[in-house]
């Protein structure tokens, strides 16, 4: 008999050690739990009985959605989660593998993270699945040159912007200088390798400093340039009719570059379309021509400049 510790010889510790094996993914095979604590199948069928009822319990009270299920091809019972809320395994899959393309995190981040992910998925096989569709990917990962952590510094900065503390941060900007800044943070956002902090700044001269002194949209920081921040007892207000609406300023900025609010009419003679849709979510066919598409978008910052010479040919500026 395998040794599992003065709880295994009760029926209450027995069946806490098949609980925490269910909830690691496993199996309970009943003549292999049988030998393991050194009684008959028939106690073991008890157990899985009143775990079955445990689960179903948990159901009716709204306090779970897991029930155990017989597998035949495994001759075993398992935990299935059937909750909506949780993901599936496909899902699992998806989420992994766009956290590794996005590289925007260190490995020393991404991989706790991804491990905590594949513990959802159930069955065991099913895991194991997913860890070799992205074991390679996950070995060779490439991580973003800064090498910064920044998950913590994240939830820091995204609880400032829910209670709108200020925040005074030292920000290395692209040619190496660094400055202090006293803003008012609305916005978490993450684009091509990086996450960014979208802030109203405090303590700036707008008309000496700005090209656009009258902007009314945020200042964009990349949040691994910040080499210290502080978050303030000071608050703002921002009245609900002028709030910073995040999703409808992320489908215009695509590039992370600072600028004005730009209309732009093209024309585009690509052999693919809808990823220029999927680039500008804003942009809209406006006619179809013989050789291509007139189409229109609304823009923020001075990256569409790059990324329309960045087509070539294929884009023709209206």
């Known amino acids: 008999m395998e040794h599992q510790g003065m709880y295994a010889n009760y029926k209450s510790g027995r069946l806490l050690l098949l609980y925490t094996k269910l909830l690691r993914g496993e199996y309970l095979n009943k003549a292999e739990e049988a030998r393991r604590f050194g009684v008959d199948e028939k106690s073991i069928q008890r157990d899985i009985a009143d775990l079955r009822a445990f689960f179903e319990e948990q159901v009716a009270e709204g306090e779970a959605n897991q029930e155990l299920v017989y597998d035949r091809k495994c001759n075993g019972y398992y935990l299935r989660t059937t909750d909506q809320a949780t993901l599936s395994n496909d899902e699992i899959l998806a989420v992994c593998k766009i956290l590794l393309d996005s590289r925007s995190l260190c490995k020393s981040e991404l991989e706790p993270i991804i491990k905590k992910i594949l513990a959802a998925c159930v069955p065991k096989e099913n895991k194991e699945c997913v860890c070799d569709l992205i074991r390679n990917e996950l070995f060779h990962y490439i991580e973003p040159h800064h090498q910064r952590e920044i998950v913590k510094n994240l939830w820091k900065i995204g609880t400032a912007i829910k209670?709108?503390?200020?925040?005074?941060?030292?920000?290395?900007?692209?040619?190496?200088?660094?400055?202090?800044?006293?803003?008012?943070?609305?916005?978490?956002?993450?684009?091509?390798?990086?996450?960014?902090?979208?802030?109203?700044?405090?303590?700036?001269?707008?008309?000496?400093?700005?090209?656009?002194?009258?902007?009314?949209?945020?200042?964009?920081?990349?949040?691994?340039?910040?080499?210290?921040?502080?978050?303030?007892?000071?608050?703002?207000?921002?009245?609900?009719?002028?709030?910073?609406?995040?999703?409808?300023?992320?489908?215009?900025?695509?590039?992370?570059?600072?600028?004005?609010?730009?209309?732009?009419?093209?024309?585009?003679?690509?052999?693919?379309?809808?990823?220029?849709?999927?680039?500008?979510?804003?942009?809209?066919?406006?006619?179809?021509?013989?050789?291509?598409?007139?189409?229109?978008?609304?823009?923020?910052?001075?990256?569409?400049d790059m990324w329309i010479r960045s087509q070539g040919d294929y884009i023709t500026l209206l």
């Open 163 to 304: 209670s709108q503390h200020m925040l005074q941060i030292q920000y290395e900007k692209q040619n190496g200088t660094v400055v202090d800044r006293i803003l008012k943070p609305v916005g978490i956002m993450v684009s091509e390798y990086y996450f960014y902090l979208t802030a109203f700044i405090d303590n700036i001269n707008r008309q000496e400093t700005f090209r656009e002194p009258n902007d009314p949209f945020p200042t964009i920081y990349r949040i691994d340039r910040i080499q210290s921040f502080t978050v303030l007892d000071t608050t703002f207000r921002v009245p609900y009719k002028d709030r910073f609406e995040e999703g409808e300023f992320r489908k215009r900025i695509q590039f992370m570059y600072g600028g004005k609010l730009r209309k732009i009419r093209f024309r585009y003679t690509g052999p693919n379309v809808e990823a220029v849709l999927d680039r500008l979510p804003t942009a809209f066919i406006e006619q179809k021509t013989e050789d291509g598409f007139i189409l229109n978008a609304e823009v923020f910052g001075d990256g569409i």
